[in-house]
């Protein structure tokens, strides 16, 4: 069962372009993570949010945590070569301890 | 920051040998881990939950007879492809919960191929 939908799933766009990935859940989740992983490397914990309708930015990247706490979404701002890879979300449920529920992943290419 | 490390990083093997991925922590003491299985261009699929000192969580449809997990010390959680076949070829990655609460840090993943 995939608790997490991530959308898209593929996303080619170019230098300078702005983008928005999107993480939505019908659970409640007590914290959500989003990584950036690299091929043939392990996930790159980006950040973590844990209050309903916290916003978190990370230099061109915001994150926010929907008041409900069941999505999220992840925007770029002038996306730059260097930001492709794929962007994974990730919750823990409160009964999941610390094992984390994955989404599908958005694989993302910038192109020049 | 706490680091995780897999050993080896590739791996290449026969169908029907074995096949040991090592995930350690380096830099502290970590009492659960995870392992992961991720095909190409797709998501970690939690595969179960290494406990040390206990038996491992397996998620369902994992076979733990094939896919077996020993935590035997607080830094080191191991998982063993048994009777691998080509069908098993994976990114396999680890991850261990850190120091502090809600701390999960992942290793550089293991990649298997079986000929």
């Known amino acids: 069962t995939q608790l997490l939908e991530q959308s898209p799933q593929f996303l080619s766009i170019q230098e300078g372009e702005n983008l928005t990935v999107y993480c939505n859940s019908s659970s409640v989740f007590s914290s959500l993570q989003w990584y950036r992983q690299e091929p043939g490397e392990g996930p790159v914990l980006l950040v973590t949010?844990?209050?309903?309708?916290e916003v978190k930015k990370l230099k061109r990247l915001t994150f926010q945590f929907g008041d409900a706490r069941k999505d999220s979404s992840l925007h770029i701002t002038a996306a730059q070569p260097g930001d492709t890879g794929l962007y994974l979300c990730?919750?823990?449920?409160?009964?999941?301890?610390?094992?984390?529920?994955f989404g599908k992943g958005t694989s993302l290419l910038v192109t020049p | 920051g706490a680091v995780v490390s897999q050993h080896p990083s590739r791996v290449i093997c026969k169908s029907g040998t074995s096949v040991k991925i090592e995930c350690r922590s380096l830099?502290?003491?970590?009492?659960?881990m995870f392992w992961y299985r991720q095909f190409p261009k797709q998501s970690l699929m939690l595969m179960a939950t290494?406990?040390?000192?206990?038996?491992?969580?397996?998620e369902q449809g994992v076979e733990k007879d094939k896919f077996l997990i020993n935590h035997a010390s607080l830094t080191l959680s191991t998982l063993t492809v048994t009777s691998a076949h080509p069908e098993d070829s994976s990114f396999y990655i680890c991850s261990a919960v850190g120091p502090l609460a809600g701390e999960l840090f992942f290793g550089e993943g293991s990649r298997l191929t079986v000929l």
């Open positions: 949010v844990v209050t309903g309708g």
């Open positions: 830099d502290f003491q970590a009492t659960t």
């Open positions: 290494s406990n040390e000192g206990s038996k491992a969580t397996y």
């Open positions: 990730a919750g823990v449920t409160p009964n999941s301890g610390y094992a984390l529920n």
